[in-house]
Structure formats: structure tokens, C-alpha cells
């Protein structure tokens, strides 16, 4: 029996009847270090990876572009899920109760969707983005390029017609 329950034996019939006191699915403690061990990990990697995101683009000008302002966002958005949903969700993993109080359940479901949502329409827009981008270079760049003709077409990279 694991220390968070307690067992009394009546004897009926040769059949023993136990009644738990605590909580039964309270992991043991070697499930539990290898859980903090992989969540920590995971959250130190997380922050310290979307910080330096974060930090390349803020402090160096020439990386100063619409792409890595998304990026940025991308990063402040993974940022926030992992320190606050992880955390809160592996305290609650470990525990099976909820030790926060009543506004900070609210904030936790409230953060997770938010956080993915910030993710999933920064990545619309990247895309969308880059969509325009490639549709603007096509067709400014068309007229080089005649697909009906046998001619050779420019390549931007060799400059050979």
C-alpha cells in the first residue's frame, strides 16, 4: 500500500473489504522525479529558447523584420503557455487536486486556449504573409519569363538570358 491510503479489514465470509482514506491516485515518488525532471527540462528549454528569440530580434537591428515581429509573437505565445499552463497542469498532475484557488483555475483555463490561439493565428498570418509576398515577386518578375515562348528565361541567379 502506498503511504496515502489505509486499509481496515473486516472479515465476512473469508472476503476482506478495505476502505481507501486519501487519495489512491497520488503517483509514487519515482513516477513523480521523473516527471519534474522532464517538466523542468521542458520549461527551462521552452523559456530559455523563445527568450532568445526574443532578445535576437529586439536587440539586433538588422533582424528587425515583419517575419520576426511574428516570430516574436510566436515566441512571447510559447512563452506564456509554458510557464503559465506547464507549471500549474504538473502540480496538478502530481497531486490530483487543484492547489491554487478558484481565480487561478479561471486564469489557467483561461491562458491555455488564448496562448494557442495567439499561436495558431500568428502562424495564419506568417503564412499569409509570406503568400503575398511570393504573389507580388511572381508577378512583378512574370515579364522576364514566357512560358509559351522557347526562349531561355532570366535567372536572377547566374544573369544568363
Same mark, same amino acid.
Given at each position: 500500500?502506498?503511504?496515502?491510503?489505509?486499509?481496515?479489514?473486516?472479515? %465476512?465470509?473469508?472476503?476482506? %473489504?478495505?476502505?481507501?482514506?486519501?487519495?489512491?491516485?497520488?503517483?509514487?515518488?519515482?513516477?513523480?522525479?521523473?516527471?519534474?525532471?522532464?517538466?523542468?527540462?521542458?520549461?527551462?528549454?521552452?523559456?530559455?529558447?523563445?527568450?532568445?528569440?526574443?532578445?535576437?530580434?529586439?536587440?539586433?537591428?538588422?533582424?528587425?523584420?515583419?517575419?520576426?515581429?511574428?516570430?516574436?509573437?510566436? %515566441?512571447?505565445?510559447?512563452?506564456?503557455?509554458?510557464?503559465?499552463?506547464?507549471?500549474?497542469?504538473?502540480?496538478?498532475?502530481?497531486?490530483?487536486?487543484?492547489?491554487?484557488?478558484?481565480?487561478? +483555475?479561471?486564469?489557467?483555463?483561461?491562458?491555455?486556449? +488564448?496562448?494557442?490561439?495567439?499561436?495558431?493565428?500568428?502562424?495564419?498570418?506568417?503564412?499569409?504573409?509570406?503568400?503575398?509576398?511570393?504573389?507580388?515577386?511572381?508577378?512583378?518578375?512574370? %515579364?522576364?519569363?514566357?512560358?509559351?515562348?522557347?526562349?531561355? +528565361?532570366?535567372?536572377?541567379?547566374?544573369?544568363?538570358?
Amino acid at each position: 500500500m502506498t503511504p496515502d491510503t489505509e486499509t481496515t479489514g473486516t472479515t %465476512s465470509d473469508a472476503t476482506t %473489504s478495505a476502505v481507501v482514506i486519501g487519495n489512491p491516485y497520488v503517483l509514487a515518488w519515482h513516477v513523480q522525479l521523473c516527471y519534474a525532471v522532464a517538466f523542468v527540462a521542458m520549461v527551462v528549454v521552452a523559456v530559455g529558447g523563445n527568450a532568445v528569440v526574443v532578445w535576437i530580434v529586439v536587440a539586433h537591428r538588422r533582424m528587425r523584420s515583419v517575419t520576426n515581429y511574428f516570430l516574436v509573437n510566436l %515566441s512571447l505565445a510559447d512563452g506564456l503557455q509554458s510557464v503559465f499552463n506547464t507549471l500549474f497542469n504538473f502540480v496538478y498532475l502530481l497531486h490530483n487536486d487543484w492547489k491554487f484557488g478558484c481565480t487561478l +483555475c479561471v486564469f489557467a483555463q483561461f491562458i491555455a486556449p +488564448c496562448t494557442i490561439s495567439a499561436s495558431v493565428f500568428t502562424l495564419i498570418a506568417i503564412a499569409l504573409d509570406r503568400y503575398v509576398l511570393l504573389r507580388n515577386y511572381s508577378l512583378t518578375h512574370s %515579364s522576364r519569363c514566357h512560358p509559351h515562348r522557347h526562349t531561355s +528565361c532570366t535567372t536572377a541567379a547566374s544573369g544568363v538570358y
